[in-house]
């Protein structure tokens, strides 16, 4: 485009309102250029067609098909570059103009315009600290796995496992009860303390997955020490018509099979009333290694969800409903008596049965039977021009059944926990005043455990009370945020000592939690983001009062009743550097300190049972610091050929022991080369298709504690794995098909797992194929 | 205003309605466990061959795991004795099922009994009874010693669902009673 006709673009109004022509010698030499991209702040896309307009000159551009704008034959100087976009804020970016320069001009979306979407939406740079989003294909092409390996392609993301079918996500080293789970804007509560009890969540239902990596207190509230993950379905459908997807999948190795479908509605007579249901079925066999079957290792998942919307522009309202079921086998070989069988199979190197056994879907004691409801009802109102008020309300009921195995052959579990949970959340969003944006709320949660069978956590009642606010302030390329939280928790437990006498402790915590961090844009595609983060856990019921045999760890654990607190200070400095032609990437170097960090220590005195003697453990406290950097980086070579690269590194300390803390993530190194085809010939029924090919290597764990003996087996060596996705869009007719193909462990390589709590028993997995289909279907009338 | 919050007071009162409707179950208090798997007590009866009298020795933690610590008795034994030694399993906790001897021959297909002397000159112990299977199950043996000394012959009930084969192996399975019994022999 020339400037000739550019100026055409520039609006009336506009001109008329113009200031007088600033004071510049037009007649100097000034031959200077500036020229970038109109940019979506929050997504990265260009804008196309943004006026950008220069007060000083009265000159105007707009951003071509590509979001280019252009002003040529500039004088040095101070120019306002002014931005307008339907759907944006209009904002000025100024400019020091010495010689000629590039400058990518970032809208923000008009929060008026789209006081309809979610607050929860994707805003990949909202605030200083990491945060990571999965959405789009890369969800897609992790669809039939479990939630937390789901979240593996994040950098600073790990799981740990118990055995192939069990899995936690790991953010910067912590798990379980560290990691707070938003599901559908509800905090997750099963009994996540358990490091083989994995989250209670179905995959399929999410249309983004989002992890903000340290401590993230003040927004989400207590607990969430590591980090927290959000899980999100999309919008409800806001358009009259009919839509949904059907996936299918299966896999080699374990033999699943998967079915999850989706319908979604939007009445035309009523047009604020939308609805989705949604089913997912899943089945797999026994898992197995290159060399043999893992014996018991087979799974069965069925899971269902509802919801209805009433959604208007000044209030809405949405009820959810979801019901998660699963049977988790758990390797037959891992079902131990004492350390004296621990050590037999360590010395074994494989499972006893491990030349005898077969594929088989069939399950058998020992697993787990777990049953996760939740019913969400949520509302907002628009409070005119003061703000947004949204109120989220939860229940969830949670039964974990575990079966080991008897001696006789009993129907009823070893041991049956059920946990209700009901949570509050009130959150006022105020409208932007000045230069500030933010929200204040309150939030609280009841819930109540009781137990059958087995006392190894008692029955207990916890109440917590939270208030926040947060708010941000924003001046040209420097956004300021600070935040504060107060939380109170009450917890009643009751227990028989001695199976006879009944007791029943009571504690209170309270806490504050804070956060402050900056950002500044330092142009050149460049951001900095500096943050200090803060979050506190209370002791569980766990690590106050259990007591008992941990069967598949061999061990014999001792709550401490007189726990305190833990407290968590997170900081962190990231760069941002984006929106290029080739290279791209993020790197986040952070420093978490935990003050009365709770961990199992080891005793000198093993505990002598009538099944033997078991190496003791108690829950104790110390201070540690985790300390590490994730960098993710890609490369694009030539469009449609980009190399992504992702490291984490990670030094976890426990300083009152002056060693390494055990089970931390080892460093990892996951590269991949993705080549996208883009649109092959014109009209073509194929589109969308890609291929890549990459590795991930993991280092032997060589930070492991030396000074007091904390594991039974060495570190297993580091390891390479091999993977492969392909994936294509056929159309036949008007209906597309959407088919990909994953390989995970091509070279079928034997390797075992540092996180994996099952290494000492048997191998990994071998070489696993899966297969996807997606039929997306819409019934719009249009 | 007031008509803004209408629907978040009946939300909030379904929510609490839901609240009090499971927090009336809030008076329920954890009740004894009845634990049918419990194992607490493991006995040894030796009868000599010949004269002398009737060994017994027990070990026993009728509390289970932690609380108070297992009690475990001496067996003294005498030199160049043949014992005929039979086992007795119980669950001896307050709501146990007592004697379980029975039920453990029973289900001999899926557990043997263990017996190591350490050191492994001190006694030897011949398993004399059979599963089902026609496999060893050692709920009955002969112990026989010969030179006077002092050490512990350690009894282990292993559970081995489908895992028993021709020969005994110690190391599969799980371990459901574990008894290291100190032994004396002297004349």
């Known amino acids: 485009m020339t400037l000739a006709l550019l100026s055409v673009y520039v609006p009336q109004v506009l001109a008329q309102m113009l200031p007088a022509p600033a004071l510049i010698d037009i007649s100097q030499d000034c031959g200077l250029t500036i020229s970038g991209k109109t940019l979506d702040h929050d997504s990265r896309e260009v804008l196309i067609g943004a006026t950008v307009y220069i007060p000083e000159l009265d000159r105007a551009a707009v951003s071509d098909a590509y979001g280019n704008y252009h002003f040529h034959q500039l004088c040095q100087g101070s120019y306002t570059l002014r931005v307008t976009y339907i759907g944006y804020q209009q904002e000025d970016f100024p400019v020091k103009l010495t010689g000629s320069t590039a400058r990518n001009l970032q809208l923000h979306a008009d929060a008026k315009t789209l006081s309809t979407v979610e607050i929860t939406g994707a805003h990949l740079k909202e605030q200083a600290q990491s945060q990571q989003t999965l959405e789009g294909r890369e969800l897609e092409q992790t669809r039939g796995l479990a939630l937390a390996e789901t979240l593996k392609g994040i950098a600073g993301v790990t799981t740990l496992q118990t055995g192939p079918n069990i899995s936690k996500p790991v953010i910067h080293g912590l798990h379980s009860n560290r990691v707070l789970l938003l599901n559908n804007g509800v905090r997750q509560e099963g009994q996540q303390w358990g490091s083989e009890h994995a989250p209670e969540i179905d995959p399929f239902v999410a249309s983004e997955m989002r992890v903000i990596k340290g401590a993230a207190g003040v927004r989400y509230g207590a607990d969430a020490i590591g980090g927290v993950i959000i899980v999100e379905p999309k919008p409800l459908r806001s358009v009259p018509g009919i839509s949904g997807d059907l996936h299918l999948l299966g896999s080699t190795n374990n033999r699943q099979l998967a079915t999850s479908a989706m319908v979604e509605g939007n009445l035309s007579k009523v047009p604020p009333l939308s609805w989705r249901l949604q089913g997912t079925l899943k089945k797999a066999g026994n898992a197995t290694t290159p060399d043999y079957y893992l014996e018991n290792t087979g799974l069965r998942e069925q899971n269902f969800s509802a919801a209805l919307g009433y959604n208007k522009e000044q209030f809405g309202a949405e009820v959810f409903f979801s019901q998660f079921n699963t049977k988790l086998g758990i390797l037959k070989e891992s079902h131990i008596g004492n350390l004296t069988d621990l050590l037999g199979a360590i010395a074994r190197g494989k499972p006893s049965n491990a030349d005898n056994v077969a594929f088989t879907y069939d399950i058998s004691r020992p697993y787990q039977d777990v049953h996760h409801n939740l019913l969400k009802a ?76 087995s006392a190894f956590l008692p029955y207990f009642t916890g109440t917590t009370v939270g208030a926040f606010a947060i708010e941000r302030w924003q001046k040209d390329r420097l956004q300021l945020e600070a935040g504060l939280r107060y939380d109170y928790k009450h917890l009643l437990v009751k227990r028989l000592e001695n199976d006879r006498e009944l007791q029943k402790p009571e504690y209170d915590f309270n806490n504050v939690s804070g956060t402050i961090g900056a950002m500044y844009d330092v142009g050149y595609h460049l951001t900095f983001g500096l943050s200090a983060t803060s979050a506190w856990r209370a002791p569980g019921a766990n690590e106050l009062f259990s007591q008992g045999v941990h069967h598949s760890a061999a061990t014999y654990e001792e709550g401490d009743s007189t726990l305190t607190s833990e407290q968590a200070y997170n900081f962190e400095l990231s760069t941002d550097y984006y929106g290029n032609l080739r290279l791209n990437g993020t790197l986040s170097l952070y420093h978490n300190y935990i003050s009365n960090f709770i961990y199992l220590a080891p005793q000198a005195e093993p505990r002598l049972t009538t099944r033997g003697a078991y190496p003791a ?159 997306p279907f819409n019934f719009s009338k249009s | 205003m007031k008509k803004l919050f209408r629907p978040y007071l009946s939300a909030f009162l379904l929510g609490s309605l839901l609240v009090s409707a499971t927090a009336c179950k809030d008076s329920d208090d954890p009740e004894p466990l009845d634990d ?59 709501n146990g099922a007592g004697d379980i001897t029975s039920e453990i021959r029973t289900e001999g297909n899926d557990h043997e009994l263990f017996w190591v002397a350490n050191p492994s000159n001190l006694l030897t112990a011949q398993k004399i009874d059979k599963d089902a299977n026609n496999r060893p199950l050692g709920l009955a043996a002969t112990v026989t010693t010969t030179n006077a000394g002092s050490g512990t012959l350690t009894i282990t009930l292993k559970h081995q669902p489908g895992l028993k084969g021709a020969t005994s192996d110690a190391n599969k399975g799980e371990t459901d009673i574990m008894a290291a019994f100190p032994v004396s022999i002297q004349e």
Do not use: C
């Open chain 2, 36 to 94: 049918e798997e419990l194992i607490t007590t493991m006995t040894v009866t030796l009868v000599p061959e010949g004269k002398g009298g009737t060994v017994i020795a027990t070990f026993t933690d009728p509390d289970g795991d932690g609380g108070a610590a297992p009690t475990i008795e001496t067996m003294a034994l005498k030199p160049n004795t043949t014992y005929n030694a039979t086992i007795t399993i119980a669950d001896d906790s307050p």
């Open chain 1, 617 to 775: 453990f108690k829950y104790t406290q110390a201070d540690a610091t985790l300390t590490g950097a994730d960098l993710s980086l890609n490369y694009t070579f030539v469009p449609g050929l980009k190399l992504e690269s992702k490291t984490s590194v990670l030094y976890a300390r426990n300083l009152d022991t002056d060693d390494y803390l055990v089970y931390m993530p080892s460093n990892r190194f996951d590269n991949s080369l993705h080549y996208d085809f883009g649109k092959i010939g014109e009209g073509s029924k194929v589109t969308d298709a890609y291929v890549s090919v990459g590795g991930v290597y993991v280092a032997e764990q060589k930070r492991v504690p030396t000074k007091s003996e904390q594991d039974y087996a060495p570190a297993p060596a580091g390891y390479f794995l091999l993977t492969a996705k392909a994936g294509t869009t056929v159309h036949f007719g008007r209906q597309p098909v959407e088919i990909s193909v994953t390989g995970n462990n091509l070279l079928n390589t034997v390797y075992r797992e540092y996180l994996n709590k099952l290494r000492y028993f048997a191998d990994e997995p071998g070489r696993l194929i899966m297969f996807h289909i997606r039929v």
């Open chain 1, 378 to 453: 949520k509302g907002f109102w628009q409070l005119g021009n003061a703000g947004k008020l949204e109120f989220v309300y939860g229940w969830q009921r949670n039964m974990r059944q575990e079966y080991d195995i008897q001696r006789s052959s009993p129907t009823k579990p070893s041991l049956q926990l059920i946990l209700n949970t009901h949570t509050t959340e009130t959150v006022f969003a105020h409208k932007p005043l000045g230069r500030f944006t933010g929200s204040v709320g309150v939030s609280s949660i009841y819930q109540r455990n009781v137990y059958e069978y």
